[in-house]
């Protein structure tokens, strides 16, 4: 009877993970929408998706980190393309997102003109301040200041010719004071509830670019948010000794500025945070995951490599160093003790139009959530 009942507990805990699974890809399906606009900075992208996360936290019954709002507002300057975005090189009017991008630093333009080569990828119209430079890949990001060009990063492969005219409509609009916030909430302890071990993910992406193409961003970083989401939704119905708590940060994509902002103003001792697990790209994990910090703080890696193989969860978890590329730097800095990962293989989208819900396999998902559950549980001992 003991090994029935045993068996049954290891079956209802298994479909608590499976049903979170399903979860996470309604969560990702949800963020990497139309109508959230890549999580950006127009058609209010950004704001609907703290709404988002902020209805979700409040259904599982958690509550804010501070006062009564879930949101710590903050703002800075950023550079926006919310109308015309249209490239033609050689006659041959090109696709934004696909077969273009304009770097984000650029300012708005319309003009035509005969282009001169520089060297064997760049192109320029002197007089216009127009700058064509060929790539293997499209990445996207986010500036927060306009220069004196435009630069336009064209996919080679669109092209049969070498650029030799270009016409170009874009149209920009820096916003000088882009209010937004983290989205922070909290499930107290109930043996040490001023201890917390802290959760974390960015849910901004880079918005939109033009009037009609949107970066959806499910793997960078609506599958960190589904996961933070996850946990929070299991952590409101099994709370720990010590209080876990959950920080949704905006700003990432333009600089890591929505936990700069955090660390400066934290809305909970900063002293009083035993771990902060930071998480991004959370989609795939055929090859593992990567850990940022993990040679800082061996001991915490060393016990997360522990868990791991007891419950036998991911192929590999690979150490790295110190590292400022996600929202857990800035709590480092601090003095705070933080770990970064993020997951191994899989699709190569990053930053471009074809980071989608539909092709995210979600590989290791399941598996990340029992090792993260787990790896609490040992942070969780008193």
């Known amino acids: 009877m003991k090994i029935r009942i045993t068996l049954l507990l290891c079956f209802i805990a298994n479909l608590a993970f499976a049903q979170d699974s399903v979860f996470a890809r309604k969560v990702i399906d949800t963020l990497t929408s139309r109508y959230f606009w890549g999580r950006g900075y127009t058609n ?38 919310p109308g015309k975005m249209q490239v033609s ?48 890949k499209l990445t996207w990001s986010v500036a927060q200041q306009v ?25 920009n609009k820096l916003i000088g004071n882009f209010k937004t916030g983290n989205v922070c909430a909290v499930v107290k302890g109930y043996l040490k509830p001023d ?58 994509e333009a600089g890591i500025l929505g936990s700069k ?17 930071n998480m991004d790209i959370m989609g795939t994990g055929n090859e593992g995951i990567t850990v940022v910090n993990a040679t800082v703080y061996p001991k915490y890696f060393d016990l997360l490599k522990q868990v791991n193989a007891q419950g036998n969860y ?25 770990l970064f990962m993020y997951t191994m293989g899989g699709i190569k989208a990053y930053h471009d139009v074809f980071d989608i819900s539909k092709t995210l396999p979600l590989t290791e998902f399941n598996d990340l959530f029992k090792l993260l559950v787990r790896f609490n549980a040992e942070l969780q001992r008193p």
């Open 44 to 81: 209010d992208g950004m704001g609907k998706a703290a709404r988002f996360i902020t209805g979700q936290f409040k259904s599982f019954g958690l509550q804010p980190m501070a006062g009564s709002n879930f949101v710590q507002e903050f703002s800075f300057p950023v550079n926006t393309f």
């Open 89 to 136: 090189i050689n006659g041959k009017m090109l696709v934004p997102g696909r077969d273009f991008i304009v770097s984000p630093e650029s300012r708005g333009v319309k003009t035509a003109g005969d282009l001169v080569q520089r060297d064997s990828v760049t192109y320029v119209d002197a007089e216009n301040k127009l700058i064509v430079v060929l790539k293997d």
């Open 147 to 171: 220069a004196d060009y435009t630069l336009i990063q064209v996919d080679k492969k669109v092209l049969s010719q070498p650029p030799a005219t270009i016409s170009v409509d874009i149209e």
């Open 195 to 252: 201890s917390l071990v802290v959760f974390t993910g960015h849910y901004d992406h880079l918005g939109g670019m033009g009037s009609d193409i949107y970066f959806p961003g499910a793997n960078d970083n609506a599958s960190g948010v589904a996961m933070v989401l996850s946990l929070a939704k299991y952590y409101a119905a099994h709370p720990q000794p010590y209080t876990v708590a959950f920080i949704c940060f905006a700003g990432e």
């Open 261 to 277: 902002y955090f660390t400066e103003h934290p809305l909970i001792p900063l002293n009083n945070i035993k771990l902060l697990v």
């Open 314 to 338: 991911l192929v590999k978890i690979n150490p790295r160093g110190k590292a400022a590329n996600s929202d857990h730097y800035w709590f480092t800095e601090k003095g705070v003790t933080a």
